[in-house]
């Protein structure tokens, strides 16, 4: 006879084909089957808390995509994207219109069912900015927590493809205003260019202005935009000044110089945004040698905008000046806008050394786009080191961007390879200034990574397999190892989308392609990479996490797809339920009554104690677990949207069941005649250690019977609900002659299921 310490089982549930391959270190930390179980990196496995149904999504047969809002630890939002419609819900409850109490507040969005988890977003303070690479960029904007907009951005100043490098001309027919026509010298619009910026460019006359220092009085204004420097030249007196033009046409001083008969100027300075600046000389007393002043600009070049609203023909479209044109006449030098219905929309966003970052679009897959610093709006090109840029990553391959992610650098993840983005010697990226560096060849799916503590985390190509982008100093750089590596099962038919929860445990949340929600517990510094599945009636589409308000943990919401039983038919529902957080606290103050651990779940209170519960229809013919005041009731089916109890409650939490279960991988003894596989085993007893656990069922394999675990006191009342237990319990087995040991638990019950370590005693027979 012989006993086996199952202890940890931190590593999760894995593969079935590695049900051979006892001589992996991690190997006896795992399970054979994981569900609905949290493995906890100190290795005993959890039972997860039930889902709470906090209301119904808009549209009963279209999906909706949960998004986090987090403004800080105490204020934040899920919300609610629909086909063409957003929500918002917080603090557990869903935002009202603060004009009409009752009705969910909601905006109009351009994205419909089919776009939802293609959008990319990266939240800065208030304002979120989103992408999916169909629609303009759209920019949500927080005022009050009831006060939400939703608008496509109007840049200050737009991304711009490259030059014209063609013989083909652009000319206007006036420099201002709207309802202008621009045309081509050759076919160039399309019906698509509606809304695209073209840049219009022509040479100065003169790159400088002069003024003569011989009385008062101001020079002709020019238009400046970077590098310029003044001069003086010959004897002059009187006090010269370098003035701007303000939004309202006013002249302000920036610069003044004073002689008096004794000096000349020499001297400089950038001009950040494109301005009106003029040479203005008063206080005039005297001269010799015809002294002169001169304002001369680096650009030779004046720069002008419009934006299209509407394509006549392939030569002719109406514009509206955006910045005022240099002249009429046709020029070679132009740049279209690099974001439209004809160029393409950016696919991927991050904030990036205090820059909004895009990459990718249609037309220019591999190109990365940054703005200006600290002017997120604003992507103008000019000299300055602060100013916007654009990166083409040189790849031998065509494959387009489909993340980015703000790191010690720029990670950039494409269809093809993995990508650091630097400035030269780990500095800033700037116009001038980029280093990018191929990192590694798996591919990415197109999908937002996701940042877990300080992992970065992104799905592979084909989305079965989960990655982390880390910096390995062996190799003196970056590499991707497989997080799927020991449960290459647990995809199914692929990833959709990622969350990611820090208290009190660190866990990435997963949608699966066929409707899976999955659990990742990972602790890099402690090895640990426990992967877990939650099967729920049903179906779950999306997930996100918001912080926990103090005391709780992280919240994880989901949308669910569940069905409701009317007149014995089944109906499509779809509902937004969240992942109770208080459940730790609930067990620290022994809080049975509040319990949740049943899905769709509804708590009902009662002024006083009550056998009907009504507000049910959600689980409309449904067998639903209840616990009543703390004790547990006989499941029972809900119609009309309500129930009645054995004996009334004044609290009471219902929901559908859902089966948290736990059966350890095989295991080894070293025999005098070698190993144990391939013999006959016969397990006699289970041991098991619990943690606040009450309701446990064993069986020698998950496919046959399951017997209950006692876990009452002798001393504890029979009329009275037992609180979650501590300790060691034996059972004895109802076994059979197996291959191995194959004993399995599970919780029925919608209460507390937390093993610390299962005890199997067993013969082998034959040995």
Known sequence: ??????????????????????????????????????????????????????????????????????????????????????????????????????????????????????????????????????????????????????????????????????????????????????????????????????????????????????????????????????????????????????????????????????????????????????????????????????????????????????????????????????????????????????????????????????????????TLWGSVIGDFENFRRSTFADASYAHVLGSNRGNSIVWIASHDALIVGSQGDEWIVTGDDEGTISPTNVSVKRQSGYGSAYMQSILGNDALIFVQRGRRKLREFVYQFERDGYTAPDMTLLAEHIAGEGFVQLAFASNPDPVVWAVTEDGQLLSMTFERDQSVVGWSRHPTMGRVESVAVVFGQIGLADEVWVTTQRTVVIDGEEQVRRYIERMDPAKWRKLDENDMSRFIYSDAAKVVEFEEPTSLVTGLEHLEGHEVAMLCDGFVHPRRTIVDGQVTLDRPASRVVAGLPYVPMIQPTRTEVALEDGTAQGRVWKCNKVTVKVWKTQGCEYADAPDQEFFKIAMREAQHPMSEQQSPVTGFYDAMLKSYHRDGLDVTLRQTLPLPFHVLAVIPTFDILGA
């Not at 490098?165 to 006036?174: F, K, Q, R, W, Y």
């Not at 160039?188 to 009085?217: D, I």
């Open 1 to 366: 006879m012989a006993r086996r310490l199952f202890s940890s089982f931190n590593a999760g549930e894995i593969s079935p084909l590695l049900d051979a391959r006892m001589d992996i270190e991690k190997y006896s930390n795992g399970c054979r089957i994981l569900e609905n179980c949290v493995p906890k990196i100190y290795g005993g496995a959890f039972g997860r808390a039930g889902l709470e149904y906090m209301g119904a999504a808009k549209y009963d047969d279209r999906p909706c995509r949960l998004i986090d809002f987090i403004f800080s630890a105490s204020t934040n939002f899920i919300l609610e994207f629909g086909d063409e419609y957003l929500r918002f819900w917080s603090n557990g409850l869903r935002v009202d219109d603060p004009g009409s109490p009752g009705t969910p507040l909601e905006l109009t969005t351009p994205y419909e069912a089919g776009d939802l988890f293609s959008i990319q977003y990266v939240q800065i303070n208030d304002v979120v900015y989103l992408v999916d690479g169909a629609h303009a960029v759209q920019r949500l904007t927080r005022r009050a927590d009831d006060d939400w907009s939703l608008e496509e951005v109007v840049w200050k100043y737009p991304v711009l493809r490259d030059e014209n490098t063609t013989e083909t001309t652009l000319a206007v027919g006036a420099t201002t205003g709207t309802g202008v026509t621009l045309t081509a010298s050759a076919d160039l619009f399309k019906p698509e260019h509606v809304g695209s910026y073209f840049q219009l460019v022509h040479r100065r006359a003169a790159a400088n202005a002069v003024l003569n220092l011989t009385a008062n009085g101001s020079a002709t204004s020019s238009l400046v935009l970077g590098r310029y420097d003044v001069f003086t030249y010959g004897t002059w007196s009187g006090d010269l000044f370098l003035e701007r033009q303000d939004a309202l046409g006013n002249w302000e001083v920036i610069r003044s110089y004073s002689s008096r008969s004794d000096r000349n100027v020499q001297d400089g300075g950038e001009q950040e945004e494109a301005a009106n600046l003029r040479l203005r000389l008063a206080n005039y007393a005297s001269h010799t040698s015809n002294p002169r002043a001169v304002l001369e600009m680096a650009d030779s070049r004046l720069y002008g905008l419009v934006k299209v609203t509407a394509v006549t023909n392939a030569t002719t479209a109406t514009v509206d000046v955006v910045h005022d044109i240099h002249a009429t006449t046709a020029t070679l030098t132009w740049s279209e806008g690099a974001w439209s219905e004809a160029q393409g929309q950016p696919r991927t966003i991050a904030l990036h050394e205090q820059r909004l970052v895009f990459g990718g679009c249609g037309t220019q897959p591999l």
